[in-house]
């Protein structure tokens, strides 16, 4: 589809998504982006890139079952869908192509 | 079971803020986390994480984002859009919480130039609200009158109680009950000294024609109002219950000796209740009108109660108002029958349709029409300060806004953010100024003003001054915000975002109309500091005048003779002449004379006489003379001239010939050319003793200081002795000490001999000079007030004029100019502004000052010292507000100065 790329937030997301497979909600995705970033984000902040994610059609999502700790109220499985697999491999390539000839350990001129 | 939900307010809150299906995700989401927040660290934490989340900014945009996503479940577009509108002001709020935190330096000016503008407001309107807006207090206003008589010089008088009779007999069908009142002043022992009280004597009906409860006890019971003398009970304040008898529980049935006599305290009045004389001043108790033999001998005949009635239900206003001007024609015809020359008229007045009285209103109003006015000039000052800073930030923050509307945001969105800000703005400095104002209000009325009666006002924190201020303050930061956020909404968007370019323009027209401002600032300030000059002439006006009497140093004392216990003057005579003697003996003492009516003072006595050969007045069968009693070396001591004829001598004994002095006015108005001395009046209730005059005095000022001369009457205390007498005391001693020893004579005559009021000569003066001091006082603080806002706001002008031109600035200096050329180029932009304003405001005071003419002493020309001084005086300030910013502008470096930017 866009020749638009996932930005690093949303790449970050759908990663986690994709790991988590059937038990991507709320609550682990941001425990596991918490956990493998070492950094703290709100809710809010996952909502609406979860949200963004869907609109892209990157993600597609499913109401479940509410539970009692949850004061009743349903949860949101995410998937990724064709086009956000797709879409994470063609920034990972673009990614590679733009380390490519880089040391790592180089310090860039002028620095 | 333990209830493990999150706090209800945040999930009341993030219910707000997000909806849908997404909605119930996030809120599941987060009553998860809390869940096992809870268990790992504590209800605590839990709590702050719950909380953190449902405040962050972040939720903020995810509603308008999952729309497009899923169907909206029944929600109607319009809920939507009030929640998103929700959600925006809360994010505005934060966000403007933000901003203005940011630079506090102006954050705290601007609310401080509020609060100066707002405080003020609060002190006088608190102060107007009290006094003439509460009214007397009444239940249901709207079917209560009161009935007046007209005098002979177009005011409204209290009547006699023959009138409340003849009401209630012959208009009794239109009123459910008609009572009379009149505030009085007594003494009440407290550990056996007499301590003076104000008290209302009212008819048995008074409190149900008010329709008022007691707050205990009960209120009078017909029959202890019926006859007279024979029922002593009182209801007392609550202010006096919680004061003066220390709150205790039983008052109901306590006692309370009142001038000399027991009385059972039948009722407390409701809180807040406070007098009908008087509105705003504190009554201290309610007494039955039938007590009259025992607190006022004169009381039945006496012309000073005021009636009020209680429509009858069913009754229409206008009806009632028709009926009482029905029954004052009747009586008016039955007086002309009997061969009255005198007009009568009686009107009923609805409590709906005015203040205070019908008389009283107009001077009142005008009072407070003219300190709100200045308050109010003074607050639009401050408001002018505020949008100049804001028009300045808006300039400041043009990158900021034109970053927003670049990401999308609307113009709308832009100004509501700022517009918020100044709301914000407004509303602290409504805070503080509130505070400030009821602070200066109550230490006001706290203050120990000259006045005849203990003003008693309470300042509590009334709803209305809270509706007031709160409005005061919402349209300071509405009204005033919205120019700038206006203007700042209009940015034009690439230009700002391109950089440069637009500084030139913008800041141009942002200085321009700021310009424009203070120039309105320093007219007002100037209009403010002419109208205080005007003021304080008329203080040193009144100053001025001859009143015609010594008011060298003096003790002035009164003696209440009724409320120590004396039955009457046959009584109280030989105790008053014995204290005369004894001060006489004292070394200290120079002089001791006394008089019924000091000049200058409240209160009034009339005599009625026929005189033969003088035709009375238009529209009056005899001649209405105020009189006064005065003991033989009155005039001596008082250093008022005796012109013709001579004093009272040892002769005019309470068994010599009836004789009086008259004043110089009365001679030559009645006896054009000839001499008075010899004339002869007539009693008009007793023609049988014919007063002769045997002098003429000096005018004297009587009632106030701008009077022309007035006819005056004179008779010795030997023969119109009073129980209440003035002594005027003069000697070696200051007046205080003076003062003292009368007091400790007078307990060694009698010790219940009771001296309710013990102040000097120079304190007595102070009452009459109060209100021309008050006015100047007020006025001219109001005055320094707005002259010091409006340089502040001179101060904001310069200042940011030199922070835009530092690249001006450094050019000159590196082309050579010196730094006194820098100086004086910006002092010069700057002190043309204040010219502008100077000459503004001199014409506006002229075209104002004529509306002053009523309030003033000695008319509303122009001192021309007034008139120049205060443009000196505001040019001088001006240019040391210019000169601090000038200076800055002079040190700047031109290196850095051409860096910058």
Not at chain 2, 128 to 148: H, I, R
Not at chain 2, 604 to 633: C, K, L, Q
Request: aromatic residues 8%; contains cysteine; charged residues 20%.
């Amino acid at each position: 589809m866009s020749h638009d790329l996932p930005s690093d937030v949303e790449q970050q997301i759908l990663l986690v998504v994709w790991r988590l497979g059937d038990d991507a909600y709320g609550v682990p995705i941001r425990d596991e982006l918490e956990h493998l970033t070492g950094r703290s984000v709100s809710a809010g902040a996952i909502y609406t890139t979860l949200v963004r994610l869907e609109r892209k059609g990157w993600l597609q999502s499913s109401m479940g079952a509410p539970s009692p700790e949850r004061g009743g109220k349903a949860k949101r499985f995410f998937t990724v869908t064709a086009d956000g697999a797709w879409a994470l491999q063609e920034s990972r390539e673009v990614m590679a192509r733009l380390w490519d000839g880089i040391e790592a350990a180089a310090a860039p001129k002028g620095a | 079971m333990m209830d493990v939900r999150p706090p209800a307010l945040a999930r009341w809150i993030l219910s707000r803020r997000v909806s849908g299906l997404i909605g119930e995700a996030v809120e599941g989401d987060l009553a998860e986390r809390y869940h096992r927040d809870r268990l790992d660290h504590g209800p605590l934490v839990a709590r702050r994480n719950y909380w953190r989340e449902v405040l962050s900014p972040a939720l903020s945009n995810l509603d308008s984002q999952a729309r497009s996503l899923d169907p909206a479940p029944g929600g109607s577009p319009r809920s939507t859009n009030r929640e998103y509108f929700m959600t925006s002001i809360f994010r505005d709020i934060k966000h403007a919480f933000r901003v203005l935190a940011k630079s506090p330096g102006f954050t705290a000016i601007a609310i401080l130039s509020l609060a100066l503008g707002i405080g003020p407001n609060t002190a006088i309107f608190s102060m107007v609200n009290a006094t003439l807006l509460n009214g007397p207090d009444g239940e249901n206003p709207e079917t209560l009158v009161d009935m007046y008589n007209l005098g002979d010089d177009g005011d409204w008088y209290f009547s006699g109680f023959w009138l409340v009779e003849r009401i209630r007999e012959d208009a009794g069908s239109v009123f459910d009950g008609v009572a009379a009142w009149v505030g009085m002043g007594a003494a009440v022992e407290e550990d056996g000294v007499p301590r003076p009280i104000v008290y209302e004597l009212v008819t048995g009906n008074f409190f149900d024609v008010l329709q008022v409860n007691p707050a205990m006890g009960r209120f009078f019971a017909p029959e202890e109002d019926e006859t007279p003398g024979t029922h002593p009970v009182a209801v007392v304040s609550h202010g006096y219950w919680q004061s003066r008898m220390g709150a205790t529980p039983d008052v109901v049935g306590a006692e309370l000796r009142i001038n000399g006599r027991p009385y059972t305290v039948i009722g407390v009045a409701p809180k807040g209740f406070t007098s009908k004389s008087l509105p705003g001043v504190q009554s201290d108790m309610w007494l039955p009108y039938n007590m009259y033999p025992h607190l006022a001998p004169g009381q039945p005949g006496n012309g000073n109660l005021g009636i009020t009635g209680r429509v009858a239900e069913g009754v229409e206003i206008a009806q009632a108002l028709a009926t009482v001007d029905g029954l004052s024609t009747r009586i008016d015809e039955e007086r002309k029958a009997r061969g009255s020359e005198d007009d009568f008229v009686l009107r009923a007045f609805p409590w709906t349709d005015m203040y205070m009285h019908p008389s009283m209103d107009r001077p009142l109003v005008a009072i407070a029409a003219l300190l709100l006015t200045v308050v109010a000039l003074v607050l639009l000052v401050a408001c002018i300060n505020l949008a100049g800073f804001l028009l300045a930030r808006a300039t400041d923050r043009r990158r900021e806004v034109a970053v927003r509307l670049a990401m999308g945001a609307t113009r709308g969105d832009v100004m509501r953010q700022l517009l918020v800000e100044s709301t914000m703005l407004g509303l602290a400095g409504g805070a503080i100024g509130l505070g400030l104002g009821l602070w200066t209000a109550r230490a006001f009325t706290r203050l120990d003003l000259p006045l005849p009666i203990p003003m008693n006002v309470d300042l509590g924190l009334d709803p209305a001054v809270l509706l007031f201020t709160v409005g005061a303050s919402l349209l300071a930061g509405v009204a005033f915000g919205l120019t700038p956020a206006l203007q700042a909404s209009r940015a034009p968007v690439a230009a700002v975002l391109r950089d440069e370019g637009l500084s030139v323009t913008g800041t141009r027209s942002g200085i321009g109309l700021r310009g424009a401002l203070v120039v309105g600032q320093m007219a007002l300030s100037v209009m403010l500091l002419v109208a205080a000059g005007l003021f304080i002439q008329s203080l040193r006006a009144a100053t001025q005048i001859d009143p015609g009497f010594d008011t060298g140093p003096a003790a002035v004392v009164a003696i209440d003779g009724g409320a120590s216990g004396y039955e009457g003057t046959e009584q109280f005579v030989p105790d008053f002449e014995q204290l005369v003697r004894n001060l006489e003996a004292r070394p200290e003492i120079s002089s001791v004379t006394a008089t019924g009516r000091l000049p200058l003072d409240l209160g009034v006595s009339v005599v009625f006489y026929d005189i033969p050969g003088v035709a009375p007045p238009e529209g009056r069968d005899n001649h209405r003379i105020e009189f006064n009693t005065v003991t033989m070396n009155y005039f001596e001591t008082m250093d008022v001239p005796i012109v013709d004829g001579r004093v009272f001598e040892e002769q005019d004994r309470a068994d010599g010939a009836p004789v009086a002095i008259v004043s110089r006015a009365m001679a030559e108005q009645l006896w054009p050319g000839e001499s008075a001395v010899g004339r002869t009046l007539l009693p008009t209730r007793d023609p049988e003793n014919p007063v002769t005059i045997i002098g003429v005095a000096e005018d004297v000022k009587i009632w106030n200081l701008e009077e022309p001369p007035r006819q005056y009457l004179y008779r010795p205390y030997a023969q119109s002795p009073t129980t209440y007498p003035r002594m005027i005391v003069r000697g070696t001693v200051a007046p205080e000490r003076i003062g003292q020893i009368v007091v400790e004579e007078g307990k060694r005559v009698n010790p219940q001999m009771f001296m309710p009021d013990v102040k000097t000569m120079e304190g007595h003066l102070g009452y009459i000079l109060f209100m021309p001091r008050m006015a100047a006082t007020l006025i001219g603080g109001f005055a320094l007030l707005a002259l010091l806002l409006s340089v502040i706001g001179l101060y904001g002008v310069v200042s940011f004029g030199v922070a835009r031109r530092t690249r001006e600035m450094g050019v000159r200096i590196s082309l050579g100019a010196r730094s006194q050329d820098v100086v004086g180029l910006v002092v010069r932009g700057g002190v043309k502004l204040a010219v502008l304003g100077a000459a503004a405001g001199v014409i506006g005071s002229l075209a104002a000052s004529r509306f002053l003419a009523d309030y003033l002493i000695g008319g509303s020309s122009m001192d021309p010292l007034t008139l120049v001084g205060v443009p000196v005086l505001l040019l001088a300030v001006a240019g040391l507000a210019a000169y601090m910013p000038a200076r800055r502008a002079s040190r700047v470096n031109p290196i850095e100065a051409l860096r910058a930017d």
